[in-house]
Nanobody
């Protein structure tokens, strides 16, 4: 089994910053891609950022230049640094990890529990 724990929930003013983290634990052999998604009320779920096992990153156009995804492989943790936050960034943010479990190798997609980010004055 693999568990994910997200942290970083918060209320922040427009223009502010917040860092989310997502830590995985359990029977992990390796972790491939790590993603952050968000889901705002009345909108479709959006892929915000992705980082591969090699460190390559990709971002949604809506967050390019403001958000940075990073990972610490030793800690099985992915981060999302969010700067210059806007009210339209308000959403529940979810991490999703592609995990290879051990000792029996299986590829699982595991989701975090979600963390609410509210950007408001």
């Amino acid at each position: 089994q693999v568990q994910l724990v997200e942290s970083g929930v918060g209320l922040v003013q427009p223009g502010g910053s917040l860092r989310l983290s997502c830590a995985a634990s359990g029977s992990i052999f390796s972790i491939n891609a790590m993603d952050w998604y968000r889901h705002a009320p009345g909108k479709a779920r959006e892929l915000v950022a992705t980082i591969t096992s090699g460190g390559s990153t990709n971002y949604a156009d809506s967050v390019k230049g403001r958000f940075t995804i990073s990972r610490n492989n030793a800690k099985n943790t992915v981060y999302l640094q969010m700067n210059s936050l806007r009210p339209e960034d308000t959403a529940v943010y979810y991490c999703k990890l592609s995990v290879v479990t051990g000792p029996i190798y299986r590829l699982l997609e595991v989701w975090g529990q979600g963390t609410l980010v509210t950007v408001s004055s």
